[in-house]
């Protein structure tokens, strides 16, 4: 879980095989790369969970949200292979909406209402 705080606007969560990066506000350029502006009521939030080692189920609100190869690994980048946003009904998934390639370049962005979004991944 990553939660927004004053002057904390970029957060890692590590799972078996990949490194969330979970960025709050808008991504600025800085010396050290990009890092998140913040939220002005710092709102922003998001629940990353591991469901194979691969696959990952994703609420957020205010937050955009990337993943990469866990440090140390011999590999470095990651994409997304698919990104489904979509809800629980009686306990099942129930995809809404396949995410386009150039809606998740960047990451996924999750707006101020949340969301939530299915993604599965490749390291390379």
Do not use: H
Not at 15 to 21: A, D, K, L, Y
Not at 58 to 65: H, K, P, Q, T, Y
Not at 70 to 99: H, P, T, Y
Request: with cysteine; aromatic share 12%.
């Amino acid at each position: 879980m990553a939660v927004e705080e004053d002057q904390i606007t970029d957060l890692r969560l590590t799972f078996s095989q990949f490194e969330s990066v979970v960025t709050f506000g808008t991504p600025r350029p800085s010396y050290g790369g990009l890092f998140g502006s913040g939220n002005k009521n710092r709102t922003g939030r998001a629940m990353v969970a591991e469901l194979g080692p691969d696959e990952f189920l994703i609420c957020g609100f205010d937050a955009l949200i990337n993943f990469r190869p866990n440090r140390g690994s011999e590999l470095r980048k990651a994409q997304f292979l698919s990104a489904e946003e979509g809800e629980f009904v009686d306990g099942k998934w129930q995809s809404r909406r396949l995410i386009n390639g150039d809606e998740t370049f960047f990451g996924i962005s999750f707006p101020s209402e949340g969301k939530w979004v299915k993604v599965k991944l490749k390291a390379y």
